[in-house]
């Protein structure tokens, strides 16, 4: 069982290069916006069909996502989609931002490798549904008391 470290070492290394984008790499080695957000407008926590589990937080102005951040315990095609997808919803409005899809997220990680695909509906469907929490606290600000974030 390889541990995350072997998992992105193995990203890094020659043969990879052959599998991954440059980008996929990068944002694996170095995910963007990493991290639990405190005081989040909008949060959501998903587990994919594969196990892993995604976050996302928001903070969020005027309707316009000013920040994002996520964890998770994935893979790091899923540390990629993550770190993407995160990259991608600051500074979209939340119409714009519900609009982000999984195929998006592949487009601005130049594909990746067909059995990882999911890694990026994860990422776009956490974020989906941390837009959906921000809707509802929004609408009904009394629930935020008996959330965790
Ligand atoms: Fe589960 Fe990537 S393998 S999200």
Redesign the pocket.
């Known amino acids: 069982m390889s541990t995350e470290f072997e998992e992105l070492q193995e990203l890094a290394s020659a043969d990879a290069r052959d599998v991954y984008s440059e980008t996929v790499i990068d944002h694996a080695m170095n995910p963007r916006n990493a991290g639990i957000m405190q005081d989040a407008d909008g949060y959501a926590r998903i587990t ?1 069909p ?3 589990t ?1 976050e996302i937080w928001l903070k969020v102005s005027n309707d316009t996502i000013v920040d994002a951040t996520f964890m ?1 315990d ?2 790091g ?2 540390l990629a ?1 993550g770190s993407m997808v995160t990259e991608i919803a600051k500074s979209r409005n939340v119409d714009e931002a519900q609009r982000i899809s999984q195929q998006d997220v592949l487009d601005a990680l130049d594909g990746l490798p067909q059995d ?1 695909e ?2 990026a509906l ?1 990422a776009a469907n956490t974020l989906k549904a941390a837009l959906r929490d921000y809707l509802t606290m929004k609408r009904e600000p009394w629930k935020r008391a008996y959330r965790k974030y």
């Open positions: 994919g594969c196990g892993d995604m998770t994935g893979c095609t899923s989609s990882s999911h890694c994860l």
